[in-house]
Structures are given as C-alpha cells and as structure tokens.
C-alpha cells in the first residue's frame, strides 16, 4: 500500500460532497482552485466523478436524507480513498448537533480521516490539511 | 407519445449544493421539470427556539454561507422591530456597508459559477479573481473571509477601524476598476452572447404571477427592492438607482447583476465617507425583549429575506420562521425551463441564482409505508381529552 499511497501523493485528485453544509465550505473549496490560491500547482485537481477521486472533501453535518446518498457515494469510490472533514460540521456537528434531522453518529455514515475545523476553514487551512494528508501518505 | 425524464442529481459534478431535478424530455426539448428538495434541511427554526437571541443570529448565519449578513440583518430586524428598538446612526451605515459587500461577493460568485456551468472557466476564474479583494475587505472590518458575526439586537458586534477606512477605500477603488473591466468583456464576448442572449426568458407576467423577487424580478422589468420600498439601515441615507431590464433571459440577469455590483460599490464608498465623520456608539444595550412579534425584511442579494419572530418576554424567541428568497425564486423553472433545449437547462436553472440551503426550511415526513405521515388534528384533540379524562379519575 505504502507504494501506492506515495504516488497518489504526488497528485492528490479531491472530490467535492456536500452533505447538508452551509455552502460557506463549499465556496471556500471552489475558491482553491481560483487564481489566489490555485492549488493545481500542487497537482491537487477537483474531479466530477468519485470513481476518480482519491480524497472526498466532505463538508457539512450529515442529514437524514442525504446520509444514505453520502454511504453509497463513498461506496462507489475506488480504495483507498480518503476522507477530509472541512469545517466544524464534519468534526462537531457545530450548532446543528441538537438538530431532529442530523445523523447522530457522522463516523457510521462514512469514515473521516482527517478534519480541518473552522468556519469557514480559510483556505490556507484546508491546502495544510490536505498537505499533511500528502505527509502521511509519503511516509 | 411517452416522455423521457433526465435525472439530474441530486451529486452532479456541476452542482454545488445536493439537490435533484427531473427533466421530462421530448428529444431535446424541455418539456416539465420537476425539483425535489429537503437535503440541505438542518432544522434551523427548530434548534433557534431553543436558543438565546444573541445565539440565534448565530445559527441564522449558519442558514447559508453565501447570504451571511442578509439572515441576520433580517433577524434583527425582527427582533427590534417586537419594542421598536432604535440603533445608532453609525451602527446603520456599518450595517448597510457589511450588507453592500457581501451582495458584491455574491454577485461576483455567480457570475463565475454561470462561466463554469457554460463551459467558459476563464469568466469564472476572473470573477473570483476580484472576488478575493472583497473577502479581503471582510477580514479587514470583521476579522472572518466569510459569516462575519456583525450583527447584533441594538447595533453592531465591531467597530470600523477610522486608521482603516483609507486601506478601505483604495480597495474599493481597485476592485472597481476591475470589476468595470470585467462587464465591458462580458458585454462584447461571443461567446456569452450566444449562450445567455434569449435563453430561459421569464416574461414580466411569468415574474409577477410566481412572485419572483430580486435580481430575477429586476430583470424581467419588475421593480421590485426592498431597500427602496421599505427603507432600513440607512438605504434612506444613500444615493443609489435601482436596476430594470427588459427582456428577462440570462443575459439580463448578469447585465442586472453587474450593474447592481456597481451600485453596491457607490453605497459602500458612500458608507465609508460616512464612517469618517459620524460618530458616536456601536450599539445600543438591549437588556430584554418583550414579549409580542416582530417581522425583518431585508434585500439579500437574491432578492428579499423575510424574518418572523415571536417572543414571550423571555430570553429566546418562541417561534422564528425564516422565508428566504429562493423560495419564490425556485418555482420559476416552472415557466422559464419549459422549451428550452437540455444543455441550456443547466444554466437556467443557475440563472436565479438559487440557493437551497436557505430554501429548506421543512421536511416531509413517511411513514413505514412510504406513505405521507399525516396528523388528524381533531383525532389527536379528542384522543388528549379522553387521557386528561382519565387521569382526573
């Protein structure tokens, strides 16, 4: 495995699922890849499809409607494939945890390696997230 | 002759937020669509009666991260409107500068997200490119890029910077220099021209029956604002001109948004000149709220945000119902869809620039029969009496 994970290091293909977010996440994702930040220079990529993907950007508490969808997404993804939890959502539930429509365990729904908390995480927060994912792959 | 449907979603590559359209087709052509909703539903109204009003501005800022200063601004609104709360004048043009902003933000984000749903990435990379300047502005004045936490019952949280206010300026300056480069290339491009010029027409009367609002109305030639109709903040205070176009096709939803990027750019240097020399506190101590109910209306970039709060003379309000403007955007497809080849389906549907997490407010509940779960109200009235009945036994 360890071969493989230092290849996929070299060119980290994300893919975006927004599962319930406040969409703040979201743009802040999209605005990676614009110019300011323009994180494809470290050959960080956002795909359409999972099949392609090797990291899932997951943003969001997951609700009750959308958890199935979310299971079945990561399911459908090649192995291995890592998940980052952007914002407080994934790694908390922030003020939406007392909510009746959030699932109460995210982990069962789909496992989350890596979180990168703040809300909105900035974007120089999210590339060292996923840098230190790189770290940890190299190794 | 049998229709076909195209699903689309609700995980598209194109889509940002979670939802599904059906697409009935008759061989290119769009015939119906349908929209099915409730996977951004998070229960804001729920969890916001179970918490302190200073605490619910912070959850309806969570409703959507695009329109984060328009939930709260309409929440306050609502809140002060229970005791007529006033607040202090530079309080009112800090507010309308933090609500100016974010509509240039939002504007400029959809004008980039409308480049990449047609396949024109380098329009998307220019906006958000001069898009960074103005979430640049925002960390300036509130220390976050995005849910800035400005506003509070009575005021504001922060105080602009006076030594700030020139760095401010020369932003403003620069971005709208760009920002004028921007709709000088966008008005002569082909290749806008000819994906945007006649696509997904939404007649005045199509507008007015759906009961469009904001951007979508404003193109279609419906005057329609509510920093002109009801004036709060300090809308009175400022010179600004409020954009109609005709034609109400795509292309007239960008021409209106830019030109509205500019307004929103004169309001802010208006505010900013202002901040100079007014003077005077942030925010005014609200102790409590008495009990009693208040609406908040507020022009967010998409169109007006309606707030309503009920309070019981206690810490927390007892109802808050939020009505976003997407709402009544959304139904829309309905009229301007129908017609209309599937590739341009896509951009229409963006052209409203719809947002469903502010959308959602409620969910439909099944049963294990996959049936509506419904409630005879008079059953469970009567069932409650025969309990209390026998408990007085």
Redesign the interface.
């Known amino acids: 495995m360890s071969w493989y994970n230092k290849r996929l290091a070299k060119s980290i293909w994300v893919y975006h699922m927004s599962a319930s977010p406040c969409n703040n996440c979201d743009i802040e994702i999209l605005d990676l890849l614009t110019p300011k930040y323009d994180v494809e220079r470290f050959g960080i990529k956002l795909v359409g499809s999972v099949r392609h993907a090797d990291v899932i950007l997951l943003s969001g508490v997951i609700n009750q409607k959308v958890a199935p969808q979310v299971k079945k997404i990561y399911e459908q993804a090649a192995k291995p494939c890592f998940v980052v939890g952007v914002g407080t959502c994934p790694a908390s539930g922030c003020c939406f945890k007392d909510s009746y429509n959030t699932v109460k365990k995210r982990e069962d729904v789909i496992p989350i390696h890596l979180y990168i908390p703040g809300c909105p995480p900035k974007p120089e927060a999210m590339i060292e997230g996923v840098v230190k994912l790189a770290g940890v792959l190299n190794a | 002759m049998d229709k076909n449907v195209i699903p689309v979603g609700?995980?598209h590559?194109?889509l940002?937020?979670?939802e599904y359209f059906t697409l009935q087709v008759d061989g290119e052509t769009v015939v119906d669509i349908d929209l099915e909703i409730?996977?951004?539903?998070?229960?804001h109204e729920?969890?916001s009666e179970?918490?302190t009003f200073t605490?619910s501005l912070?959850?309806v800022e969570?409703?959507?991260?695009?329109c984060?200063t328009s939930h709260p601004l309409a929440a306050v609104h609502a809140m002060e409107d229970v005791d007529n709360i006033e607040i202090p004048l530079r309080a009112r043009y800090i507010r309308t500068l933090v609500g100016e902003l974010e509509r240039i933000h939002s504007h400029l984000?959809w004008l980039?997200l409308a480049g990449h749903f047609i396949g024109y990435d380098t329009l998307?990379?220019w906006a958000?490119?001069y898009r960074?300047p103005v979430l640049q502005m925002f960390e300036i004045i509130s220390g976050n890029?995005?849910?800035y936490g400005m506003m509070r019952v009575g005021g504001v949280a922060k105080d602009v910077d006076p030594d700030k206010i020139k760095s401010l300026l020369d932003i403003m300056d620069e971005i709208e220099k760009k920002i004028q480069m921007i709709a000088k290339a966008a008005n002569d491009d082909p290749v806008l021209k000819s994906r945007l010029k006649g696509v997904g027409v939404l007649t005045k009367k199509d507008a007015v029956d759906f009961c469009a609002v904001g951007p979508t109305a404003r193109a279609s030639g419906v005057s329609v604002d509510v920093r002109k109709d009801e004036p709060t903040d300090a809308y009175d205070l400022v010179d600004f001109k409020i954009i109609v176009t005709e034609n109400g096709d795509v292309f007239d939803k960008t021409v209106v948004r830019l030109l509205e990027t500019f307004e929103s750019i004169k309001i802010c240097k208006q505010c900013l000149e202002k901040l100079k020399t007014v003077n005077g506190g942030i925010r005014n101590n609200v102790k409590e709220i008495s009990a009693g109910e208040g609406i908040g209306r507020y022009e967010a970039p998409r169109g007006e945000v309606f707030h309503y709060v009920r309070t019981d003379g206690t810490n927390r309000p007892v109802r808050h119902k939020v009505r976003a403007p997407s709402y009544v955007n959304i139904p829309t497809f309905k009229a301007s869809c129908k017609g209309i080849p599937v590739a341009d389906a896509l951009i229409t549907l963006a052209a409203v620039d719809p947002?469903y997490?502010c959308t959602e407010r409620s969910?439909k509940i099944r049963d294990k029969n996959n049936e509506p779960y419904q409630l005879d109200l008079m059953k469970l009235s009567r069932e409650k009496t025969e309990q209390i009945r026998r408990q007085m036994k």
């Open positions: 609700p995980y590559p194109l940002e937020e979670a409730g996977w951004m539903h998070r229960g729920f969890i179970s918490k605490q912070y959850l969570r409703i959507c991260g695009i984060s984000l980039g998307w990379m958000w490119k960074e890029r995005n849910h947002c997490c969910i």
